[in-house]
T-cell receptor
Framework: RKEVEQDPGPFNVPEGATVAFNCTYS??????FFWYRQDCRKEPKLLMS???SGNEDGRFTAQLNRASQYISLLIRDSKLSDSATYLC????????????FGKGTRLSVIA | NAGVTQTPKFQVLKTGQSMTLQCAQD?????MSWYRQDPGMGLRLIHY???????DQGEVPNGYNVSRSTTEDFPLRLLSAAPSQTSVYFC???????????FGSGTRLTVV
């Protein structure tokens, strides 16, 4: 069974800290990768796509390691508003097939 | 654009009742899908569709039916509600799944 694995956490970090999450995927043929953010009792929302060369969006950096089949998300200068569950998501082939979701990593940023 | 619209937002059913959860998108997305989310279980795929007239089962299809008569709408029918179907249901759509999903705001269903 194809899987996406994440540490469920919770990660409890102080404001201003740097925190990193990793995610591993089992299907080596996977094509596209994403990080979604889900706030409590809300729908998941796309945080960022993950590109082979790595990509950055403000305080957020995503990286992909195809050889080891893992994806990472780095959050610098954590804010209280970053508290959420972060979902690792994988598209396993180039066709129009369902995305595979990890169960999420919970982050709490503490004042 | 309204995006992905789910109705109702909340629903309480009695065991054995049937109902339809509505999902509509106005982005002309070919792909649509239904997930349920339970504590500790993550998102589990119920059914999905890659275009009008085409549907397929996901990981947990039992007790649910779908149809896709138009590009815009993808309703989820509960045939005979059971307490095990108490969950939060999310609809998601995409022009192509390689581009990621847009989710609706969810339907919180309680079966008593």
């Amino acid at each position: 069974r194809k899987e996406v694995e994440q540490d469920p956490g919770p990660f409890n970090v102080p404001e201003g800290a740097t925190v990193a999450f990793n995610c591993t995927y089992s299907n080596s043929a996977s094509q596209s990768f994403f990080w979604y953010r889900q706030d409590c009792r809300k729908e998941p929302k796309l945080l960022m796509s993950v590109y082979s060369s790595g990509n950055e969006d403000g305080r957020f950096t995503a990286q992909l390691n195809r050889a080891s089949q893992y994806i990472s998300l780095l959050i610098r200068d954590s804010k209280l508003s970053d508290s959420a569950t972060y979902l690792c998501v994988v598209n396993e082939n180039s066709g129009n097939t369902p995305l595979v979701f990890g169960k999420g990593t919970r982050l709490s940023v503490i004042a | 654009n309204a995006g992905v619209t789910q109705t109702p937002k909340f629903q309480v059913l009695k065991t054995g009742q049937s109902m339809t959860l509505q999902c509509a998108q106005d982005m002309n997305h070919e792909y649509m899908s239904w997930y349920r989310q339970d504590p500790g279980m993550g998102l589990r795929l119920i059914h999905y569709s890659v275009g009008a007239g085409i549907t397929d089962q996901g990981e947990v299809p039992n007790g649910y039916n779908v149809s896709r008569s138009t590009t815009e709408d993808f309703p989820l029918r509960l045939l005979s509600a059971a307490p095990s179907q108490t969950s939060v249901y999310f609809c998601a759509s995409s022009p192509r799944t390689a581009l990621g999903y847009t989710f609706g705001s969810g339907t919180r269903l309680t079966v008593v």
